[in-house]
T-cell receptor, first 117, second 113 residues
Framework: DQQVKQNSPSLSVQEGRISILNCDYT??????FLWYKKYPAEGPTFLIS?????DKNEDGRFTVFLNKSAKHLSLHIVPSQPGDSAVYFC????????????????FGEGTQLTVNP | GAGVSQSPSNKVTEKGKDVELRCDPI?????LYWYRQSLGQGLEFLIY????????KSGLPSDRFSAERTGGSVSTLTIQRTQQEDSAVYLC???????????FGPGTRLTVL
């Protein structure tokens, strides 16, 4: 079963506007959430994360919001820039399994963001 | 400093052959993870190493898949008797410890004909 889901395979926005990428999860044991950004032929690079004890984390143009009751998180990028065009992956990890599972990440399918100049 | 490196970057093989994929983690990183990304899918966890031990192998899809890590550093993922469904990008990640941010390598694109 798909425990982390990104329902939008693609998103296109205009430069300067806000990009909102969404992610839903089903496993209530997840307590740490991350967003990764991936360019073609490169590995994913860490962007921003949030712990389940928070509902918002901000880093420059990037803000992640977490709604635990809805099991939903979103990444806001504002203002969007053409260099932000990439595939964005939502990922989650669970507490309690760290002894045996480390911080194994469960990923969504990714959303291709295109920012048009 | 040097990031995570993987080799080869691309591998084309014939069905039934064995392949070895290599990962060089960031120096000093004790945790190492293998993931794979099939076409149109998200990254799928395969195996986790803490040092040279693999406490979690639950993501390996079949007994044709194995991995080892030596010297707390380099890891090798081996796929025996490859099948077409093994075609994917195989990604390695490392972190300083099990609870830290994971740094990914560029991946190995495996194509099984």
């Amino acid at each position: 079963d798909q425990q982390v889901k990104q329902n939008s395979p693609s998103l296109s926005v205009q430069e300067g506007r806000i990009s909102i990428l969404n992610c839903d999860y089903t496993n209530s044991m997840f307590d740490y959430f991350l967003w990764y950004k991936k360019y073609p032929a490169e590995g994913p690079t860490f962007l921003i994360s949030i712990s389940s004890i928070k509902d918002k984390n901000e880093d420059g143009r990037f803000t992640v919001f977490l709604n635990k009751s809805a099991k939903h998180l979103s990444l806001h990028i504002v203002p969007s820039q053409p260099g932000d065009s990439a595939v964005y992956f939502c990922a989650a990890s669970a507490v309690g399994g760290h002894e045996t599972s480390g911080s194994r990440l469960t990923f969504g399918e990714g959303t291709q963001l295109t920012v048009n100049p | 400093g040097a990031g995570v490196s993987q080799s080869p970057s691309n591998k084309v093989t014939e069905k039934g052959k064995d392949v070895e994929l290599r990962c060089d983690p960031i120096s000093g990183h004790t945790a190492l993870y293998w993931y794979r990304q099939s076409l149109g899918q998200g990254l799928e966890f395969l195996i986790y190493f803490q040092g040279n031990s693999a406490p979690d192998k639950s993501g390996l899809p079949s007994d044709r898949f194995s991995a080892e890590r030596t010297g707390g550093s380099v890891s090798t993922l081996t796929i025996q008797r490859t099948q077409q469904e093994d075609s994917a990008v195989y990604l390695c990640a490392s972190s300083r410890d099990r609870d830290n941010e994971q740094f990914f390598g560029p991946g190995t694109r495996l194509t099984v004909l």
